[in-house]
């Protein structure tokens, strides 16, 4: 197994395609039937019970918002606002908004470094405390979002996705969905993708009150937001043959081996030097043509 999380998202993406061209369909054929929970509830109640509680949230955390408005201008400058397209229920695309917490550095590809190279220290304790999450209760209201459900992925996710994982688009996505019970660990892409398809399954008044208490006591304990600030499981690329999720912190062999060939790299580290030569290339010439200018 090897990680790539220094790869450009592109050589991501491509390896994510030889994942999937081995073993997508294969899954498919042995994934479990998932049944999805429809009642009166889940069809009417859980919006009412949505607005009521965002609207709420949106007053309290209002001169929170404008603070954090404030430190954002002045950590990473303007936009203060960082929008992502991400895809909700019934797979239709909304706009997802929070507070800026990284820059917009790039490589010499035009693609954003990855986020441990552009979050500000700011931008961790934000993370850390959730605080840049506030402004979603705004999607709730809207409707594009729930208080409880399956987090909201990107858009480029889906294509990777086996069946039974993909019924989370079935439901709005979420602010957050924790498991019911607490776990001591951070969890897994296979540990949250399992329990999002358990929540689309159960969804009920009581679970969604249990669960909206637990996001309250993650929110102020202080291991477990430590966990999960730490935690970097890595971007999710696909499965394996069983149907157990690949990432880009431990991808197999033949994988990155593959990759490197088609690229004529005989090793991924050869490919990761290439990349940041190339990228620290680019930043000197960059000084050398603005000192010229200046």
Same mark, same amino acid.
């Given at each position: 197994?090897?990680?790539?999380?220094?790869?450009?998202?592109?050589?991501?993406?491509?390896?994510?395609?030889?994942?999937?061209?081995?073993?997508?369909?294969? $899954?498919?054929?042995?994934?479990?039937?998932?049944?999805? #929970?429809?009642?009166? *509830?889940?069809?009417?109640?859980?919006?009412?019970?949505?607005?009521?509680?965002?609207?709420?949230?949106?007053?309290?955390?209002?001169?929170?918002?404008?603070?954090?408005?404030?430190?954002? %201008?002045?950590?990473?400058?303007?936009?203060?606002?960082?929008?992502?397209?991400?895809?909700?229920?019934? /797979?239709?695309?909304?706009?997802?908004?929070?507070?800026?917490?990284?820059?917009?550095?790039?490589?010499?590809?035009?693609?954003?470094?990855?986020?441990?190279?552009?979050?500000? #220290?700011?931008?961790?304790?934000?993370? #850390?405390?959730?605080?840049?999450?506030?402004?979603?209760?705004?999607?709730?209201?809207?409707?594009?979002?729930?208080?409880?459900?399956?987090?909201?992925?990107?858009?480029?996710?889906?294509?990777?996705?086996?069946?039974?994982?993909?019924?989370? *688009?079935?439901?709005?996505?979420?602010?957050?969905?924790?498991?019911?019970?607490?776990?001591? @660990?951070?969890?897994?892409?296979?540990?949250?993708?399992?329990? *999002?398809?358990?929540?689309?399954?159960?969804?009920?008044?009581?679970?969604?009150?249990?669960?909206?208490?637990?996001?309250?006591?993650?929110? %102020?304990?202080?291991?477990?937001?430590?966990?999960?600030?730490?935690?970097?499981?890595?971007? %999710?690329?696909?499965?394996?043959?069983?149907?157990?999720?690949?990432?880009?912190?431990? $991808?197999?062999?033949?994988?990155?081996?593959?990759?490197?060939?088609? @690229?004529?790299?005989?090793?991924? /580290?050869?490919?990761?030097?290439?990349?940041?030569?190339?990228?620290?290339?680019?930043?000197?010439? /960059?000084?050398?043509?603005?000192?010229?200018?200046?």
């Amino acid at each position: 197994m090897q990680d790539i999380t220094r790869l450009s998202g592109t050589a991501k993406e491509e390896i994510a395609r030889y994942i999937k061209r081995d073993n997508l369909d294969a $899954v498919n054929k042995i994934v479990k039937e998932v049944h999805v #929970k429809n009642t009166f *509830y889940t069809r009417y109640g859980k919006r009412l019970l949505d607005i009521l509680v965002s609207l709420v949230a949106l007053i309290i955390t209002l001169p929170i918002n404008l603070l954090l408005a404030i430190i954002t %201008f002045f950590d990473v400058g303007q936009p203060i606002m960082f929008k992502q397209e991400r895809l909700g229920k019934d /797979e239709k695309k909304f706009i997802m908004y929070k507070f800026r917490n990284m820059t917009n550095e790039t490589d010499v590809n035009g693609e954003l470094l990855s986020a441990e190279e552009r979050v500000t #220290k700011w931008g961790r304790f934000a993370r #850390k405390t959730s605080l840049d999450e506030l402004l979603n209760f705004w999607s709730v209201l809207k409707g594009d979002m729930s208080i409880v459900g399956p987090r909201a992925i990107g858009v480029s996710a889906v294509w990777k996705m086996s069946d039974r994982h993909k019924v989370i *688009y079935t439901v709005l996505p979420g602010l957050e969905c924790p498991m019911l019970h607490r776990v001591d @660990h951070a969890l897994s892409w296979q540990e949250r993708f399992d329990n *999002y398809v358990w929540y689309v399954e159960n969804c009920s008044l009581w679970i969604d009150i249990c669960l909206m208490f637990r996001i309250v006591q993650l929110a %102020f304990d202080k291991k477990s937001t430590a966990q999960r600030s730490k935690a970097c499981n890595g971007g %999710f690329l696909g499965y394996d043959s069983e149907g157990k999720v690949i990432y880009t912190k431990k $991808v197999p062999d033949k994988y990155v081996q593959e990759y490197c060939y088609n @690229h004529g790299f005989v090793t991924l /580290e050869d490919a990761l030097q290439e990349r940041g030569y190339t990228i620290l290339k680019t930043q000197m010439e /960059e000084k050398k043509t603005g000192a010229v200018i200046a």
